[in-house]
């Protein structure tokens, strides 16, 4: 396949006409280059999940879909809902950013918690691994996942209704379909659980997502989406993963909203414009467990907003048979208002923190085909309010050595700006105005095969450095910063990955990455017990993730499915005590089984039973010290689909 030779018809590329087939994948990908490139000609490294297929799994929310993904580890602190987060080639967990149709719902700074993003109304997820600053900005240090959702089109009518362990509840209602040019899409979801903690651990989730898709004529097309989610966790746990708390509890409502246009003005010759909107409104409530709780510090509430927009235009020209350049500019403002207070036996100690940033960035790319290689290169300048200008840069290349191997390589810098609390935090903890982003430099270098006997398999080697890491100081003097860019860490690995043609009617897909991480350089604490440790791991990265895959064809009844992720052991700090102990985290098997299965019947045709066992063989595993995994949970829903 020539590289990008999709391209070639850019006027029929700008925004896919309709929704892709739910039983397969695209023939291309669009977050690595922001272009609409084939996944066999992509110089950096990247997995695309159906969404059709995990839901076929029962699987609903992101963060359980993404553990399969080779270069990603994830560390969850209890059950569905609890604080997700995900450290993507040993890299901090701040260093992805995740985008929904190109909407960024990282906070700035890079906080993100996956544990109450859901898979609905989603039809597929791209996981770009390595740098992708120059493309993206800050944050997508070690990475970028999109999630894209459904477009309209075809007439349909979903739903879905189910319930399992521990108050399992999964309800949803969709429908898709087209008026003239315009498609349109809309769904309502509700999930809810009564948690796995023995008290004061319920979890509920509502959203509502849309997209409306216009051709708005031979060369314009519009795309428009939002979606809103309110969602409330309850956590017993206190800081050390103790069951203390019958009351505390965190609620939000997220709001996120994206406009694009494309104009072809050319065959040769496409811009784009988006505007995106995110607002954050987090809420937590922690008062008096009994009226009798009035000693120490007993009571903590706090309100917040969090605001993100940006701007961006680009043009893209086509220079040649397969040349294709691309030069754009972004506007973005960041802007954060919290408000908290914490109650004691002394007083109130209340506290509050405003800021804003704004960042215009100019940014270009060129990618293309000669012969057997292959190659993208970019740039990017970013001009910040808070901390002035910064360059990011990466490279890559392919080259087919024949028909059946292709080799790869990237190379980049990258960075993540530091959140509005390390800046501007003030009263018992001060912010630094002077702090600079986080950085990295990251290569790779791999090899892909395609054999005839349909055995595909993939190879990947990584190196990173991370310098001008931010640390907490305790010990500062009282009023002085006490947050400075202090640490280095470095992280390297090996990521395989092999698909096997079916085996007695099973498809096996086989993954396994191996993560080594240390700290270069340690901060103002370097004692045993330190968040960072001068030649120590880095904290809750796994050395050693392997996942099996397992899926069979049940003709036209359905399927069943396996999934068994080993993780190994990492390391881990127990904050139960003052010095936090050094612990080591064991290693721990997973093992997910699903079926699909068509209903008999005059139903048959459009009702599907949906049934999954998450951690089917029971087992009690630890992945943040102190807080206890759950153990099984089982799920039956019935889909229907017309």
């Given at each position: 396949m020539r590289f990008l030779s999709v391209l070639a018809a850019l006027p029929n590329l700008a925004l896919p006409s309709a929704a892709l087939a739910q039983d397969s994948l695209p023939a291309t990908v669009i977050t690595a280059t922001r272009l609409p490139t084939p996944l066999s000609a992509q110089t950096a490294t990247v997995t695309v999940l159906d969404a059709a297929s995990l839901r076929s799994e029962g699987v609903t929310h992101v963060g359980d879909a993404l553990k399969r993904v080779p270069g990603v580890a994830m560390a969850r602190s209890s059950g569905i809902g609890s604080q997700h987060t995900i450290f993507m080639r040993g890299g901090q967990g701040n260093y992805v950013r995740v985008l929904v149709d190109g909407v960024a719902i990282n906070e700035p700074g890079g906080t993100l918690d996956l544990g109450r993003l859901t898979l609905d109304d989603v039809e597929r997820i791209e996981v770009v691994r390595g740098p992708a600053s120059v493309l993206y900005g800050s944050e997508a240090v070690t990475g970028v996942i999109q999630i894209i959702t459904k477009r309209g089109g075809a007439r349909q009518l979903r739903s879905e209704v189910g319930g399992g362990s521990f108050g399992t509840l999964r309800a949803s209602l969709g429908a898709s379909g087209a008026l003239g040019r315009l498609g349109w899409t809309l769904q309502g979801d509700r999930h809810a659980m009564d948690g796995v903690l023995a008290f004061n651990n319920a979890y509920r989730?509502?959203?509502?997502?849309?997209?409306?898709?216009?051709?708005?004529?031979?060369?314009?097309?519009?795309?428009?989406?939002?979606?809103?989610?309110?969602?409330m966790y309850q956590y017993p746990?206190?800081?050390?993963?103790?069951?203390?708390?019958?009351?505390?509890?965190?609620?939000?409502?997220?709001?996120?909203?994206?406009?694009?246009?494309?104009?072809?003005?050319?065959?040769?010759?496409?811009?784009?414009?988006?505007?995106?909107?995110?607002?954050?409104?987090?809420?937590?409530?922690?008062?008096?467990?009994?009226?009798?709780?009035?000693?120490g510090f007993y009571g903590y509430y706090a309100r917040g907003a969090v605001k993100r927009r940006m701007a961006d235009l680009r043009s893209t020209w086509r220079l040649g048979d397969a040349q294709y350049v691309t030069v754009g500019t972004e506007w973005a403002r960041d802007q954060e208002r919290t408000t908290s207070v914490s109650v004691s036996q002394f007083g109130d100690f209340p506290d509050t923190l405003r800021a804003a940033r704004e960042n215009v960035a100019l940014y270009a790319q060129g990618l293309g085909e000669r012969g057997r290689f292959s190659y993208t290169i970019g740039a990017r300048l970013d001009e910040n309010s808070a901390f002035g200008s910064f360059r990011t840069a990466r490279a890559g290349a392919g080259w087919r050595v024949n028909d059946a191997v292709r080799l790869r390589s990237s190379a980049g810098t990258a960075f993540k700006a530091p959140n509005f609390f390390e800046n501007f935090a003030g009263g018992f903890t001060q912010g630094n105005p002077d702090l600079q982003p986080e950085e990295s430099r990251s290569a790779d270098l791999g090899v892909d095969v395609t054999l005839a006997t349909g055995v595909r398999f993939s190879l990947t080697g990584f190196a990173q450095r991370f310098k001008n890491l931010i640390q907490y100081n305790g010990a500062a003097p009282f009023g002085s910063p006490n947050y400075e860019n202090i640490v280095a860490a470095n992280a390297g690995g090996v990521e395989f990955e092999v698909s096997l043609p079916s085996i007695g009617g099973v498809e096996p897909q086989f993954g396994h990455t191996w993560t080594s991480t240390r700290v270069a350089k340690g901060g103002f604490d370097n004692t045993p017990s330190a968040t960072f440790v001068e030649g120590e791991r880095l904290l809750r990265r796994p050395a050693n993730v392997t996942t099996l895959q397992l899926r069979r064809a049940l003709g036209a009844m359905g399927n069943v499915s396996?999934?068994?992720?080993?993780?190994?052991?990492?390391?881990?700090?127990?904050?139960?005590?003052?010095?936090?102990?050094?612990?080591?985290?064991?290693?721990?098997?997973?093992?997910?089984l699903a079926a699909d299965v068509r209903l008999p019947g005059r139903m048959g045709e459009s009702a599907r039973l949906v049934l999954r066992a998450d951690n089917a063989t029971d087992v009690r595993f630890t992945q943040v010290q102190g807080f206890q995994s759950p153990g099984r949970i089982l799920y039956a829903g019935l889909r229907l689909q017309r």
């Open positions: 989730n509502d959203g509502i997502s849309a997209a409306v898709d216009l051709a708005a004529d031979a060369k314009t097309d519009i795309r428009l989406t939002g979606r809103f989610n309110n969602s746990t206190g800081s050390a993963g103790a069951l203390e708390d019958r009351n505390a509890e965190r609620t939000e409502n997220r709001v996120l909203a994206g406009l694009e246009v494309a104009r072809r003005w050319t065959d040769r010759v496409e811009t784009r414009a988006q505007y995106t909107w995110m607002d954050l409104l987090p809420r937590t409530n922690d008062g008096s467990d009994t009226p009798s709780d009035t000693l396996a999934v068994i992720v080993r993780t190994g052991e990492r390391e881990d700090r127990d904050f139960s005590s003052w010095p936090a102990g050094v612990v080591t985290l064991g290693a721990f098997t997973t093992v997910d």
